[in-house]
């Protein structure tokens, strides 16, 4: 590339030197050399020396001037030339407008471009379909989807259009207003194209709506359009979501077969994520060897699915392989990867070596992200090296500029929780208030668990108080737990109030045979066989059918109840 560069400016400064002009269209290619090889800065230097030459500026030649700092985002310098192109008296047309929409869009200044389509019309350029689909795209991205569509109503939208609109509902979920957009560019006599379905057929996969997917990729086939890559890949995903690995290996090998399509790295990609979220390691290994063999560069994706899924099946020796393939490779992990990696590390106790690669990362000027320590200090507090991972903790942002979030706190309550230093853990929901982090179902639940477990059920029944001011439901998990926990501590009574707050309604989960169960057994403990009894029959009334452990409970309490009875006849 450096060679063309410089066989350029040899051609120019010999037609220089000769007193041969330079046509227009010549340096046209002088400035397309320059964005090839993407030194838009040199294309701009070169343009400013133009009347050397023997060349005059033209909008032709200002359009691809700024078209090639587009493809470097450069954006202060496309609003020098721009200006320049102006003061030099040439009026833009609609190929400059749409770069300068481009731009405009690229760095989220919507309402800028907007502005810019009003001026457009104003100076009697009217905006084209490039415009119009930039901004609405833009606007679409931005969730301004209905204002999209308001602009929309002002011209004869193209499919380009339609695709934006129908892209925006669909990041809305607002799946039914995008089928409405579908149905009325058929009305309306526009066909839809591959990125229209594969918009769609995308989300539906991603929502585990793969039936509707198929019968999108049906009236696809119907209507004589063509599925894509992008379009398999998309129902691959869906079959594996599904849990239908067979279904996704039968599609993919239609997609070759069947259409003629050849695999690229993104569909190679969906392959071996699939395999890997379903624990077929060896295959998604296989895969990963086809792509090499065929000569398809696995990315850093690839990659990092790979070491995921050896990590979670517990092989670090497999998970290390593909790193050093990866690295061998020359494919630089990113945080994701990296972050894999610790975990992987993690999951074998291997704390040293993983500290290690965080240091590593911050020396590749790849800076360990919150799910890096996350994932660092959930294997510390697995292995009840909780000091350790409190020290990391405080690390992360002395250190690191990596403030906590409720996932990390949530790792160090839990580790706390286990090592039943309950008053420890309280403590740091007090950090967590300070700081403003809104706490998750998962604290509310590992601190309540940590209550119960401690013999402090009143804490964690003030807990759900909380839980619910906050909006959030305890589920039945977490009410059976507080009411056994009563109950280990010979409050029966206690426990069956409970069950009283819940079937006057006053609360918004309902005990099931576990909580009748646990306080049956409870009362039984407490010699209230009768009030077990009682509650037994209530049970019933209620509809919730007893469980083998219910009768075992109840069968047990009788029959100790008699034998201690006999031993009290006898002794007598």
Known sequence: MDGQVDSVQYLLQQMKLQGFHCSEDLFISVISVYRQVGLAERAVEMFYRIKEFGCDPSVKIYNHVLDT???????????????????????????????????????????????????MSNKGCCPDAVSYTTVISSMCEVGLVKEGRELAERFEPV??????LINGLCKEHDYKGAFELMREMVEKGISPNVISYSTLINVLCNSGQIE?????????????????????????????????????LDLWNQMIRGFGLQPNVVAYNTLVQGFCSHGNIVKAVSVFSHMEEIGCSPNIRTYGSLINGFAKRGSLDGAVYIWNKMLTSGCCPNVVVYTN???ALCRHSKFKEAESLIEIMSKENCAPSVPT????????????????????????????RCPPNIVTYNELLD????????????????????????????TYNTLLHGSCNAGLPGIALQLVGKMMVDGKSPDEI?????????????KAERAAQMLDLVS??????????????????????????????ILLERMISAGIVPSIATWSVLVNCFILDDIVRAHDQFTI
């Open 69 to 119: 700092l587009l493809g470097e985002n450069r954006i202060q310098m496309i609003y020098m030339v721009y200006r320049d192109m102006k003061r030099d008296g040439f009026e833009p047309n609609v190929f400059t407008y749409n770069v300068l929409l481009k731009a405009l869009c690229k760095n989220n200044k919507v309402d800028g471009a907007k502005k810019l389509l009003v001026e």
């Open 159 to 164: 499919v380009s259009v339609y695709n934006a």
């Open 504 to 533: 006057c309604g006053r609360r918004k989960w309902r005990p099931d045979v576990i909580s009748y169960t646990n306080v049956i057994w409870g009362l039984c403990r407490s010699n209230c066989r009768e009030d077990g009894v």
């Open 212 to 248: 509707l997917a198929f019968s999108f990729l049906t009236q696809m086939l119907k209507r004589g359009c063509h599925p894509n890559i992008y379009t398999l890949s998309s129902l691959v995903k869906g079959c594996f979501l599904r849990g239908t690995t067979f279904d996704a």
């Open 373 to 400: 320590f996350n994932a660092f200090i959930k294997g510390l507090c697995d292995a009840g090296r909780l000091d350790w991972a409190e020290k990391v903790f405080r690390q992360m942002e002395q250190q690191h």
């Open 341 to 343: 990696m610790v975990e």
């Open 478 to 490: 977490t009410m059976n737990m507080i009411i056994l926990a009563y109950c280990k501590q010979g």
């Open 415 to 442: 580790g706390l929780a286990k090592a039943n230093r309950i008053e420890e853990a309280y403590g740091l929901t007090r950090e967590i208030f300070m700081r403003g982090v809104e706490w998750s179902s998962s």
